[in-house]
């Protein structure tokens, strides 16, 4: 909703995800002044906070006094040309990040452990076959096998997941 709303001007100016939280966080400021009429009115209450986020977006960017030419927009999904933020950890891609890691996880659980292992040892640890071989006792052909394997069934698990 909130991608539509701001068009397609705003949305070069203002991420899409600064829009949601800040919606939220007034929503939760003023949490104490909802009131349930039936279902939909929260949906409509959260939307009506929104709508004034964006409102007060758009005002602070057609203000006359800034200068075009200091105004920068940061790189993110919505604005692929922008630049790259210093601080490039925001709280949306912590959570993108931490939910990409919470599927990672769910999908190495889904592996026999041994094919856990050794994805592991060879894709996280970053150790060489020969190496994987050596702590997992077994020859050098049969950990690349195992690996190729272990890899072919993560990736099977990964597009169940529609990653």
């Known amino acids: ?17 600064d829009i949601l939280q800040e919606t939220l966080l007034k929503a939760y400021q003023q949490l104490d002044q909802f009131t ?14 929104m709508n004034h986020v964006i409102a007060d977006a758009a005002r602070y960017h057609g203000r006359q006094k800034r200068n075009a030419g200091e105004m920068l927009s940061l ?8 630049v ?4 490039t950890q ?6 993108a990040r931490d939910e990409n890691l919470r ?3 769910q999908a190495l659980d889904g592996l026999p452990e041994e094919y856990r292992e050794v994805i592991l040892l ?14 997992m006792g077994k020859t050098r052909e049969a950990v690349s096998l195992l690996l190729h394997r272990a890899t ?3 990736k099977q698990i990964m597009g169940e997941r529609n990653l």
């Open 90 to 95: 925001t709280p949306s891609r912590i959570i």
């Open 36 to 49: 349930y009429r039936g279902p939909g009115s929260f949906l409509g209450w959260l939307s009506l906070i």
């Open 122 to 135: 060879a894709r996280i640890e970053g150790l060489s076959t020969k190496e994987v071989a050596e702590r």
């Open 152 to 154: 072919r069934r993560f």
């Open 103 to 105: 599927i990672v996880l």
């Open 75 to 82: 790189r993110s999904d919505s604005v692929p040309g922008g």
């Open 1 to 17: 909703m909130a991608y539509y709303r701001l068009g397609p001007h705003l949305r070069g100016l203002v991420e899409v995800d």
């Open 84 to 87: 790259e933020p210093v601080d």
